[in-house]
C-alpha cells in the first residue's frame, strides 16, 4: 500500500494508488454493483478521492486506511461523499480479505454511519449494518410523477421506498429521472413480491450521479426490517432487479440487518497523477 500525504498529489507529478475494481453481489463477472477500491496507509486530499471517483464514474469508489480497530472506510459516488454504502463495503472486505490476505476473522470499518462489521462465512461474506426502518409517509406529488404510477404504499428512512404489487410493475417501470432528483432523500426504492424471492426491488439515486444503482446493500438497511415485519420472518431472500442484477440474503437482528453476498475481482489497475 502506497503511502500518500494530505495535498502530496499537488506537488508531485508521478505518484501511484493501488485500485481494484471488484463486482459486488456477484458470483463472476459482470453482473451485481462494479466498485472501485482503493486501499491507502493515510487519507490524501478530499479532491482527489472525489476526482477519482469522478475519473472512476462507478456509482461508488471506497477508500479504506489501517486504524487501531481494523480500517477507516469513506465511499464516493462520482459526484459526492455518502455515509453509508453496502456494496463499496462488501467490495473493499472482499480485497482485504482476498488481495491482502487480511488473517483476522472479521473485519471492523470505522465510518460515518458508525462501526460496519465483515467476515466471511463460506463463500460469501456477511457485513453487519445498523438497520434503518422506514415509516409510513405521504406520497409525495414528485415522487408518483417520476415513477409514473402511484405505490400502494410509501415510507421514507434515509431514501424513499414506494411499495408496488408485483415484480413485473417493479421491472417494467421507467422513471424520469429529472423528477426524482429533485426529491428532498437521498434516493428513490421501488420494490415488490418476489417471484421466486421473498421480495425484489430497484433503486434511483440521480442527485448522486446514480440514475439506476445495479445492487444498493444501504437500500436493504430499510427494505429488510420492512419485508421482515410484513412477511413475519427474520431472514430473507432479495434479489435487485436492475439490468446487472444481483442477490442479497438479508437478516434482522434488532437494530441490525446481516446483509450477505458474495464478490469477484474483474480488475487491478494503478492510478497516476
Not at 465510518?111 to 457485513?127: I, N, Y
Request: net charge negative; with cysteine.
Amino acid at each position: 500500500m502506497l503511502l500518500l500525504e494530505s495535498n502530496d498529489f499537488l506537488a508531485s507529478p508521478d505518484m501511484k494508488i493501488k485500485q481494484y475494481q471488484v463486482d459486488a453481489f456477484a458470483t463472476r463477472a459482470f453482473e451485481g454493483n462494479p466498485a472501485a477500491v482503493c486501499p491507502l496507509e493515510t487519507w490524501p486530499d478530499d479532491g482527489l478521492m472525489q476526482a477519482i471517483a469522478e475519473e472512476n464514474n462507478l456509482s461508488e469508489t471506497a477508500f479504506f486506511v489501517p486504524s487501531e480497530k481494523g480500517f477507516k472506510l469513506r465511499w464516493f459516488t462520482p459526484v459526492k461523499e455518502v455515509d453509508l454504502c453496502g456494496h463499496a463495503t462488501l467490495a473493499s472486505a472482499h480485497v482485504i480479505f482476498e488481495a491482502l490476505g487480511y488473517g483476522e476473522p472479521v473485519i471492523t470499518f470505522e465510518t460515518r454511519s458508525g462501526g460496519l462489521f465483515v467476515k466471511r462465512k463460506g463463500q460469501q461474506l456477511e457485513m453487519d449494518f445498523p438497520a434503518c426502518p422506514p415509516i409510513p409517509c405521504a406520497l409525495p406529488d414528485l415522487l408518483a410523477e417520476g415513477l409514473g404510477q402511484r405505490p400502494l404504499e410509501v415510507l421514507a428512512a434515509d431514501d424513499y421506498l414506494a411499495v408496488f404489487d408485483s415484480e413485473a410493475t417493479v421491472r417494467a417501470i421507467t422513471p424520469n429521472q429529472a423528477l426524482l432528483g429533485l426529491l428532498d432523500l437521498r434516493c428513490v426504492v421501488i420494490t415488490a413480491p418476489g417471484t421466486e424471492m421473498d421480495f425484489v426491488s430497484r433503486v434511483f439515486g440521480p442527485k448522486f450521479g446514480i440514475p439506476e444503482d445495479p445492487v444498493t446493500g444501504s437500500a436493504h438497511c430499510a427494505l429488510a426490517p420492512y419485508w421482515a415485519k410484513r412477511l413475519g420472518k427474520n431472514v430473507l431472500t432479495a434479489r435487485q432487479v436492475s439490468r446487472r442484477g444481483g442477490n442479497i440474503g438479508c437478516e434482522l437482528k434488532t437494530d441490525r440487518v446481516i446483509l450477505s453476498g458474495s464478490a469477484v475481482t474483474v480488475m487491478t489497475s494503478e492510478i497516476t497523477f
